[in-house]
């Protein structure tokens, strides 16, 4: 409890930052030129949609002038924040890695990452919701959360953990809606990257990916390993897990590994082309007009041959969209494809059919673009949305850090 009367204090304090420094946006035309700024640099890990609205929630490491500031944001559709952000601890020992929207708590979402207790959920407003009580918490980082999808509020969580409120466990537990951890589910597993709930006929049981072998698992509702999926290819890391869409049993894997990409069977099998990257693939999404197509983003730099960098859409037989462009693709200032461990969970799409992309990367397509975008579904800028993310000190937005205290 202290860390959340800590952060709603930090609150107050944003309370007055994100107000002086909408000003000062807004009388400065947008940019804070004619302020006293700094550069800034935005780093997002995780990003959520906010059911029956066009907000999103955030995960951000803001690397200020003043050091580095971690927050989670609900932004809403051009950019700027609903409200103030709310403050994690300092550094980049306190990254969030993963958030996911809580079923039954509208608005709501569950954030999981590197700090104290590993998880907390927050309401639609982004105070901490006290009915989620996890007591000590995880004593390691939180990778995935990913709600159970039967009507209960339970969540699956995966990481790299080995115990939960004081109890041995291993690295894939599910809680129940009111921070408890269901003793019926017990897996013998560790070091989980990836969770991700299995499609017909298989409703009710997950998968779970990560580090160690087995490395892709699919477990029963009370966490018995299903001994007729045999994953045939050789799986490295495993760091994103989708179900296939249309009633198909198949599920896709994304990690480190020969092709990056597979999609495999219900017992395992390759099915259909899709391991064609040049490297690894740290997240999978699938688009929102259920053609069964997927977006993919990690360190790769081509697909089947062809030029994709850190983004691609690829269709439900594994080629590449035609009418899907991206140019460039993503960099930064290093030159890099900046998809790395850091930002694997920050991608989605929302109702309209748009992408949000976050990352540690500072242009896209030759333009500048700061941790966080929004894309057409032809993988065009939208240039309606720049994110503005405010700190104790300032704003930060374009590359540009408006100080306010």
């Not at 892709?216 to 299903?226: E, G, H, I, K, P």
Request: charged content about 15%; hydrophobic content about 40%; some cysteine.
């Amino acid at each position: 409890m202290k860390r959340f009367h800590n952060r709603l204090f930090r609150r107050l304090l944003l309370t007055c930052t994100y107000a002086l420094g909408a000003f000062l946006i807004v009388a400065s035309g947008g940019s804070g030129s004619g302020s006293t700024d700094d550069s800034c640099r935005l780093v997002v890990s995780a990003i959520a949609p906010v059911a029956g609205s066009d907000d999103i929630w955030v995960g951000v490491l803001s690397e200020l002038p003043t050091g580095e500031f971690n927050s989670v944001v609900r932004l809403k559709r051009d950019g700027s924040e609903a409200f103030p952000p709310v403050p994690l601890a300092r550094g980049f020992e306190n990254v969030i890695r993963t958030i996911a929207a809580a079923e039954g708590v509208s608005g709501g979402v569950y954030v999981g990452g590197d700090f104290s207790e590993g998880i907390f959920r927050l309401d639609e407003a982004g105070s901490p919701d006290n009915l989620f009580d996890v007591g000590s918490g995880f004593n390691g980082p939180v990778s995935t959360i990913v709600p159970a999808a039967d009507g209960s509020g339970d969540i699956y969580v995966g990481g790299f953990f080995s115990e939960y409120d004081g109890v041995i466990v291993g690295g894939l537990v599910r809680l129940n809606v009111d921070g408890s951890r269901d003793t019926g589910f017990i897996a013998i597993t560790q070091a989980i990257q990836a969770v991700a709930m299995a499609g017909p006929p298989y409703l009710g049981s997950v998968y779970s990916g990560g580090y160690v072998t087995p490395r892709l698992v699919r477990w029963s509702s009370t966490a018995v390993s299903d001994s007729s999926f045999k994953p045939s290819p050789a799986i490295g890391p495993v760091f994103s897990i989708a179900p296939a869409l249309g009633g198909s049993s198949s599920v896709y894997v994304g990690g480190s590994f020969d092709g990056g990409l597979y999609r495999l069977s219900n017992l395992g099998a390759t099915d259909g082309d899709f391991s064609s990257f040049n490297n690894s693939v740290r997240k999978i999404v699938h688009t929102a007009d259920f053609t069964g197509d997927i977006y993919a983003i990690g360190e790769f730099t081509t697909y089947q041959g062809s030029a994709a960098r850190g983004l691609a859409r690829l269709n439900d037989d594994g080629s590449p969209e035609a009418n899907f462009f991206t140019g460039t693709g993503f960099s930064n200032s290093d030159g890099l494809v900046p998809f790395g461990e850091f930002a694997s969970s920050a991608l989605a799409t929302d109702a309209s059919g748009d992408i949000y992309v976050g990352g540690d990367f500072t242009d896209y397509d030759g333009t500048t673009a700061d941790g966080l975008v929004r894309l057409k579904n032809n993988g065009l800028l939208d240039p309606d949305f720049k994110a503005r993310i405010s700190s104790e000190t300032g704003v930060c937005t374009g590359g540009t850090f408006v100080k306010t205290l």
